[in-house]
């Protein structure tokens, strides 16, 4: 049902529906959700009457609250562990394909479900690859939140934030190494737009043409 489900027009509506989500939690910081007026009213509390300058230090603009309730325990852990069921419940039925040597489409089941668990491995290490990267950020914020007297080192912090941009470069990288139809598409872009390569078919043929 994949061919028929999957069309362009619904692939497109999805990475766009992805993308605005994306956007409006990302900024929702910067429609309010941060600790501007926190930080003012403490300043106004201690009398100080110097002009008002922001340490621009990640606990100290950011909202606990919005990181933790928010951001972690809306949009991070429940996808993870829904994607974590799916994978699971993914595996088991590959996994009874190949103990079962079922008949299918294909003239070799056990090869063409093995290509299917070798994919599916592939993207459970993407979600791993998630989990390790934004986990360790988001359990020093609940620290941060619910036992306000826990000092955590800054460079943890750092580690932590610098792990979560990581990520955005990790899964290239995996679907290029464990996925043929990603290498050779990411080869194909890397030749023409990079190194200004063209494709050998195409000259090819052009020369062809030429020459006659």
Known sequence: RYKSMVTPRRAAVAIACCWIVSFLVGLTPMFGWNNLNKMQRTQELNGSHAEFIITCQFETVISMEYMVYFNFFVWVLPPLLLMLLIYLEVFNLIRKQLNKKVSSSS??????????????????????????????????????????????????????????????????????????????????????????????????????????
């Open 107 to 212: 003239n070799d089941p056990q090869k063409y479900y093995g290509k299917e668990l070798k994919i599916a491995k592939s993207l459970a290490l993407v979600l791993f690859l998630f989990a390790l990267s934004w986990l360790p950020l988001h359990v020093l914020n609940c620290i941060t939140l619910f036992c306000p007297s826990c000092q955590t080192p800054h460079i943890l912090t750092y580690i932590a934030i610098f792990l979560t941009h990581g990520n955005s470069a990790m899964n290239p990288i995996v679907y290029a190494f464990r996925i043929k139809k990603f290498r050779t598409a990411f080869l194909q872009i890397w030749n023409q737009y990079f190194c200004c390569k063209t494709n050998k078919n195409a000259t090819s043929t052009t020369t062809a043409k030429t020459g006659n």
